[in-house]
């Protein structure tokens, strides 16, 4: 089956849109979508407020794309081990699959989608082709790396153009009763920024990981793992230099003790230490904190859910009255199988999100949402969603606005799968509600996009 599945620790996919949306008031919606989103938000936000944590090891995640659901939580090993078997070129022991992608097609009718300045559009494409090698070490250990570079190309502005792309190494698998994963990467890229400003900005996140657990028999596991990443915004274009503010190192993590019972629950407890310094000098920004965490997950043949909630209490040095937060963040999703093709979807989630603005430090966003994916043939997948969720921003000084949000989305994804072959289709429209009038705004977003290569999305870069 096939899937549209994103991962902090996946290459993912980053599909190609044909975007628009001007700033303007809020439009207001057939009443059947409208009660739907307003019963998701009286409903659902308690699904967010459970508390909610998104997996992988990072703090924060800058921009979450509407509808995004992570379907299944999978044990990185056995994704390797699919990628090492479903590698179409074989020298010797060394297993290589090319890349090719189609990642970006864009057209914009208003660059940034930003109120009170002048509107611009224009067209933008991203393509790429390299490879991942597999170099496996018995059974048990799996050295692979990647190396795909990318070029973007703007047709009118210029500045942007330029040759991004990824690589990296690492190492994965397990030595006797220790499961093991260690990688380095780098990744240069066009990403949209966040929900505050959906606009294209190039990076470069450079990321290394080391992750253990040691197996303690009867189910049970002590684990620990730590992140150290350093994220640049690389643009020289006036209009979206100023996110460059936000250019930081962070180092993550974590330790602590999980259970597995015969049935498949997982429940774990443990602790997040985290630091986080932003490069411009006193940062307002800048925090750390030490968190407790606790996971509840459970992977069933027709049914799945995954809840992880961080006690977050984090520290901001420089406005310690006006920016230190203390509240419960994470991400909780779930899915039932209803008849053999046919899934349910539930998710929510909050998050904390850094502002590049000069009145606001920081955004918690929470979202929940609810989807049918329909696994219509071998070759095609296609699923729906609805979401609804707020951003409330922090203000960086007393006097300044409080600004509030509120958003609802909804949109349809096809993922068509031919051989080695794989072409997106994803249609979605996100209406904001401000209460500060200039923020109001309407964000339609058609992506496509077309990979050659193997069809298991990689599961680290």
Known sequence: MNYFTDSDRAEGYNPSAFRGGKIHTLDSGPALLETTMRSLRSCGL?????????LSSAQFSQYTKAGDFERSPASLKEDIDEAVEEAKWDFGRVRVDPWLALRELTY??????RAGDEVQSDLTATVGAGFRAYLPFGSDLVLATHVLPEYVWWRDLSDRRRVNGRVGVGLFGSLGRTSLEASVARADEA?????????????RDEVGFLSLALDLNQGFAIFANSRVRRLEFRDEDGSIAAVKILDREETIQRAGIRHTSARGLTIGVGVEDSEVDFELVDSLRSNSGTSPLVQLQYVGPDFF???EAVDRDLEFPAAPQLLNYDEVTGQ???EIESFERLGLQAYGRRNLVYSFTDRWAYFEETATGAAVRLDAASWLSIRAFGETGTSDFRPVDVGIDLREEDFDGYGIEFQFAVRRATLHLAFSKTSYDANLQEFDRDVTVIRTGLVFGNRTVSPWG
Request: glycine share 6%; no cysteine.
């Open 332 to 334: 909780a999703r779930f």
């Open 305 to 307: 859910f995954v809840i």
């Open 108 to 113: 914009d009718d208003n660059v940034g989608a």
């Open 191 to 203: 990403r949209f920024f966040s929900r505050e400003f959906e606009d294209q900005v190039n990076t």
């Open 46 to 54: 308690a699904l967010a407020l459970a508390g909610v944590a998104t």
